[in-house]
């Protein structure tokens, strides 16, 4: 009798840890499709000249990237975590696009991308030094 209770909790754990991966793999397909806007060829965006209209005087504040989104994908962007954000910096079909992402969310003073506007520029002059920077700034958030 015992042993027919092994056998039984063991087909039970077994049947169960299949279905686990299946939804777990599922799940990571979900989530590739949902991201799938992240991506060079994609990423619709632009920088402009912002000012603080709520000072007196009004003064200049930088540039900022703005970046075409749906209420979705913000939501998706704002949700993801360090190591999503990394992986995507350091694939060749999103760094550029997950890096102006990033710049969008923090806010982050965009005077620098003016002047290396193309993922070849970037790639070139810049793309390891914002790595450095939001390796740091994601472990805050």
């Known amino acids: 009798m015992k042993f027919n ?8 754990m077994t049947i169960s840890s ?5 939804t777990h793999s599922k799940r990571e397909k979900i989530i590739t ?7 060079n ?15 007196f005087p009004i003064f200049d504040v930088g540039y900022r990237v703005s970046v075409k989104l749906t209420p979705k994908q913000k939501i998706l962007i704002v949700r993801m975590k360090r190591g999503e ?5 350091n694939d060749e079909t999103t760094d550029y696009a997950a890096n102006i992402l990033l710049y ?10 003016l002047h ?5 520029d970037w790639r070139d002059g810049m793309k390891e030094d914002d790595i450095l920077y939001w390796e740091k700034r994601l472990k805050y958030h």
Do not use: G, M
């Open 5 to 12: 209770w092994v056998i039984l909790v063991f087909l039970i």
């Open 18 to 22: 299949c279905c686990a991966q299946k």
């Open 33 to 39: 499709n949902e991201l799938s806007f992240i991506n």
């Open 41 to 55: 060829k994609r990423i619709n965006f632009s920088i402009k000249k912002v000012a603080c209209d709520t000072c």
């Open 85 to 89: 954000w990394l992986s995507l910096l």
């Open 104 to 113: 969008y969310i923090y806010n982050r003073d965009a005077i620098v991308l």
């Open 116 to 120: 290396n506007r193309s993922i070849r």
